[in-house]
């Protein structure tokens, strides 16, 4: 720092200005203390929950276990990764699990009973997701319905509809050879590609963290440093490849799951670096603010509902593939409340405004963790459903203490 | 970023309100309000509460709609049935309640709705805009990537200030914008409003603070009851204003004066 002249963004000399590796930790410390509380609990739960689970049984922690608890959670990740989009602008879809069984009920009917081509099913079933969300946003924008009760006649409607679609049988078996069911239960990464997929997000946050140095550096702008990019893409790039070696003990990593995260990546890319992003977290955070802004809320908020149900149903072709089956029971029981779950424990606050497309990653995983560790203890259905629901209950309670504990720290 | 289409000179009538009307209901908030706004003057809009200050800024912003009238702008009849429109044509609004996001971070809510590169929003190119502007009102905003909610009400006053200059309106209008600031950041605001005046903006100003519209308006229109109640200038005498304001030569402000005055002689 031989450059005399301050930064622009370091003018003013009562703020204290965190830099480098030190600096990036105190800051974090400052934002967890404040009630910013991001992705801590949920890292912090999925440790909890492993270590548990592993003492009580060790099968936990088997690599072919992990590989079946991902497989696992790539469908319930995909809707939850809707809810993430309604619960951004403080609204909520109850009617996810009835869409997602209403999807799979219309991919068999249109692939297996039908004859229809398996893209020309699946597309037909993400497009009858698509046109419910805009049933719900028309119903949110022309009404002022507010979505719970609007997705709760959700609910019950397109379950009806499922059950109608299906037919007196009830359920349609999905052919085992089929390209759908090998990607639900077979299809597995090459090593090699996993190992390269596990490296790329280091690189690439290492190549844009130098570039947004250098940007800024360009425009007298001060950065953190280069040495906090390069120990976080450390961190991952070791986190990612101790996960894939092992994964590669057992199976490998399931393309489903990889499919899943690529989502992810590109919705958590939406939120944060694009206009419509923007305006979802401004919808979500002052409508009427954002409204004066010109922002059209209305189409904002039918964005989110379109994706929600859009999510759902591709959440439920994904369920059906990795169940080879389209039945009356797909979608019911607890796939609403993991979904939103899911989402709410990843840290996406249910008031609006705040969370991430990682946050239906996270939560997931420790959705499927929990249910996954139940399995293998044998404890019925009825004692999941309630830990489920325990934690489901924890989690938004942890919401509610870290907001009021922003809101007296001077934080949104 | 289209706000300056044509350029304007000093003096040439920017908007121009005819017999605009605004009924709620069975309430008339406001009744044949004219109104001019010319490049390069500040024009104060006063009124007691209830006078329909707030109303007729809303009718400017494209946040109501008027019952009747019209409204012309740079010679055409216009409609603002949206903020959006009225936004796109250059007039902004700070409003009183700033209408900011809290759960976002300064430099996001100064470009909200106008980001630049939508598809791959240009965070650095907006930061430095951000500085640049504050620094030009001299705001003292300690960084532009915290959030809102932990700004001071002052802070809050000059990032809605700063936001509606964004765009390079040519009409501002200021909701009560002293109301909540300290002493030198009210001066800083005054200066503000006079430089960009001076660049060739109307603005106006809506304020309940007699020394702050004396300081800076060419024309002061006295709004009473939601009708038209006289045009004043900043040398008119203070009672003509209070009387204008309250409707009456002899009211509680000048019976105040009156009665210290009594007090001192006596």
Known sequence: ?412 | MNGTGESLTKGDLILSLRGVSKQFGAVTALADIELDIHAGEVVALVGDNGAGKSTLVKVLAGVHQPTSGTIQYMGREVNFDTPGKALEMGIATVFQDLALCENLDVVANLFLGHEVNPWRLDEVQMEVRAWTLLQELAARIPSVREPIASLSGGQRQTVAIARSLLLDPKIIMLDEPTAALGVAQTAEVLNLIERVRDRGHGVILISHNMEDVRAVADRIVVLRLGRNNGVFTAESSHQDLVAAITGATENSVSRRAARKLEEAER
């Not at chain 1, 009617?95 to 297996?112: F, H």
């Not at chain 1, 090459?190 to 690439?204: C, H």
Request: a positive charge; proline letters at 3%; charged letters at 10%.
């Open chain 1, 1 to 412: 720092m031989t450059d005399t002249r301050p930064t622009l963004d370091r003018a003013d000399t009562r703020v204290r200005h965190d830099e480098g590796i030190a600096g990036a930790v105190r800051a974090f410390i400052d934002r967890v203390r404040s009630g910013d509380l991001g992705m801590l609990p949920v890292a912090v739960g999925l440790l909890l929950i492993s270590a548990v689970f592993t003492v009580l049984n060790p099968v936990f922690l088997a690599p072919n276990n992990l590989v079946n608890l991902l497989f696992d959670a790539a469908a319930v990740g995909l809707i939850a990764l809707g809810v993430v989009c309604v619960l951004l602008l403080g609204e909520i879809d109850l009617s996810i699990g009835s869409m997602s069984g209403l999807s799979s009920a219309i991919t068999g009917v249109l692939w297996v009973q039908s004859g229809l081509p398996l893209p020309l099913a699946i597309v037909g079933a993400v497009l009858a997701g698509a046109l419910v969300g805009l049933l719900y946003g028309f119903l949110r924008n022309r009404f002022e319905m507010p979505s719970f009760v609007a997705t709760l006649a959700g609910l019950l409607a397109l379950l009806g509809l499922q059950l109608y679609i299906l037919g007196p049988t009830g359920s349609i078996n999905l052919p085992f050879t089929s390209p759908l069911v090998r990607f639900g239960q077979l299809l597995i990464m090459p090593a090699w590609l996993s190992y390269i997929l596990a490296v790329l997000p280091g690189a690439f946050l290492l190549y844009s963290g130098a570039q947004t140095i250098r940007r800024r550096a360009e425009a007298n702008l001060s950065s953190a440093g280069m040495s906090v990019v390069i120990a976080k893409a450390a961190l991952l790039t070791i986190a990612l490849l101790v996960a894939v070696y092992y994964l590669e003990l057992g199976r490998g990593v399931p393309w489903m799951f990889g499919v899943f995260v690529l989502f992810v990546m590109v919705l958590n890319y939406a939120l944060t670096r694009t206009q419509w992003g923007r305006s979802m977290f401004a919808v979500g955070g002052n409508a009427e603010a954002a409204r004066r802004s010109g922002i059209n809320v209305q189409r904002i908020r039918l964005s989110a509902f379109v994706l929600c149900s859009s999510f759902a149903a591709l959440g439920g072709v994904f369920a059906a593939a990795r169940l080879a089956s389209a039945s009356q029971q797909a979608g019911t029981g607890d796939v609403n409340l993991n979904a939103i779950a899911a989402a709410v424990i990843g840290g996406t606050s249910l008031f609006g405004g705040r969370g991430s497309a990682w946050s239906a990653l996270l939560g997931v995983l420790v959705i499927m963790a929990i249910s996954n560790g139940l399995t293998l203890l044998n404890l019925s259905s009825s004692l999941r459903y309630m830990i489920t629901g325990a934690v489901l209950a924890i989690a938004v309670i942890v919401d509610s203490l870290a907001r009021r504990s922003r809101a007296s720290h001077g934080r949104a």
